[in-house]
């Protein structure tokens, strides 16, 4: 097979990618090593940037989200339950975020991509990148015990965090920078009214927690826990009773309970591959870095990476321009290393770290009492949760 562009991963990324360069009619072919189900059985966090919105709109993909979507002008973060509003509204001067479950909008994507009969090929293995550093890449995978082989001119790895793409940077030219948190998140999907109409993000000393939803009748809550903690351990009952304990107790009160239909553990961690390229690949979304899910930066910096990303391809395929290709690794580096300051920066504002000592503790509530007392602070906060420019 021969195409022009090979996307290794049908996740966000790989999907939003393959349809923004379908529609300016660059031909891709993506390889997604899962069924079309289980891609969509992932659940996700849906806080978007507006950025992301006007992306999924240029992508043809926005309609769902535009009618079901629910526009969010601000969130609470409350210190052992005082509970303090940031209007990102009037703080940015008009932005907001829109709530949309990601994985709607990766639904919304294989529904764009099949209409276009765009090519998805699924549950391959043993994919392999080949002459990276010369002008003919191409491609190996099996499926269905068949080996298969596809030349093309580029090739973008969207295949996330423990994907091949990565891996095929040699470890003399990648640089990797990381910080693994000592805690995970366990958070349970309910289908239940959310507990208020915007997020809370809550600073405990018990330990983090934050409310949140998927729409007015799906509910997801998280709470700290520690590393070598398993969903089996927490009863339905168990996870309501500690959630109340760090929630403000006004919203405790009215916390509408019922059963999980979702529980697990997500481990938090900040990581950076550099350069995103290497001859003729592209890495982009979670395949280049991961961001702790507490600044809801995971989905809305693959969107920044794609948007780059798919601008430089069609630049050289419309115009024979190669410039935004050369610059993509810097270009989108410098946005991805800003959400990983602000993503790294809201989890050590709300969350207990196990060797802090007394003077950190302090520190930390000072950092949160200085926040709820300067609009200078907040600015800083709402422009960075609501995204920088691309
Ligand atoms: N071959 C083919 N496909 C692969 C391979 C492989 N070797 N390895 C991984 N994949 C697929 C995975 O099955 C997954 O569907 O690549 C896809 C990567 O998707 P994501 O992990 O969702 O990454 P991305 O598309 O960049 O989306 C980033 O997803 O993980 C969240 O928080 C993250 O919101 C962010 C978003
Ligand atoms: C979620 O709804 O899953 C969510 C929202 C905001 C975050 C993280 C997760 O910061």
């Not at 994507?109 to 090519?119: D, E, I, K, S, T």
């Not at 997801?220 to 969903?231: A, G, V």
């Not at 693959?302 to 290709?325: N, P, R, T, V």
């Not at 602000?342 to 504002?349: E, I, K, N, Q, R």
Request: charged content about 25%; glycine content about 8%.
């Amino acid at each position: 097979m021969k195409t022009q562009v090979v996307i290794v991963g049908g996740g966000p990324s790989g999907l939003l990618l393959s349809q923004l360069l379908h529609l300016n009619n660059i031909d891709t072919i993506v390889l997604e090593r899962q069924t079309e189900d289980y891609v969509l059985g992932r659940i996700r966090a849906g806080v978007l940037e507006q950025g992301l919105v006007e992306l999924a709109k240029k992508a043809n993909v926005s309609d769902r989200m535009m009618r079901e979507g629910q526009i969010h002008e601000g969130f609470d973060i409350s210190q052992q339950g005082t509970k303090h509003n940031i209007n990102l509204k009037k703080l940015t001067g008009g932005s907001t975020v829109m709530v949309y479950g990601q994985t709607e909008l990766t639904r919304d994507l294989y529904q764009a991509r099949h209409q276009m009969n765009g090519q998805i090929i699924h549950e391959v293995s043993d994919v392999e990148l080949n002459d990276l550093k010369t002008n003919s890449p191409f491609l190996t995978y099996r499926k269905d015990g068949q080996e298969y082989r596809i030349d093309c001119d580029y090739i973008a790895g969207c295949d996330g965090f423990h994907g091949v793409s990565r891996q095929a940077i040699p470890t003399t030219v990648r640089r990797e920078y990381e910080r693994v948190y000592p805690f995970g998140w366990l958070g349970i999907l309910s289908e239940t009214a959310p507990v208020s109409h915007e997020l809370i993000y809550c600073q405990h000393d018990r330990g983090f927690a934050l409310c949140s939803m998927r729409n007015p009748k799906l509910s997801r809550y998280y709470i700290q826990c520690s590393l070598d903690d398993s969903p089996e351990n927490w009863s339905d009952e168990a996870f309501w009773d500690e959630l109340k304990r760090r929630i403000p107790e006004e919203d405790a009160a009215k916390l509408e309970m019922g059963p999980s239909i979702e529980k697990s553990i997500a481990p938090l961690r900040s990581f950076v591959s550099e350069p995103l390229t290497y001859g003729r690949l592209f890495l982009a979304g979670d395949a280049g870095h991961i961001v702790p899910p507490t600044g809801a930066k995971g989905l809305n910096l693959a969107a920044s990476d794609i948007h780059y990303l798919s601008e430089a391809l069609i630049a050289f395929y419309e115009q024979g321009s190669s410039e935004k290709l050369d610059s993509y690794s810097q270009t989108a580096l410098k946005r991805i290393w800003k959400a990983m300051r602000f993503s790294w920066w809201m989890t050590t504002l709300l969350h207990k770290f196990p060797d802090y000592s007394e003077f950190d503790t302090h520190i930390q509530r000072t950092e949160i009492e200085y926040l709820f007392s300067s609009e200078a602070a907040q600015k800083s906060l709402a422009e960075n949760y609501v995204g920088l420019p691309y």
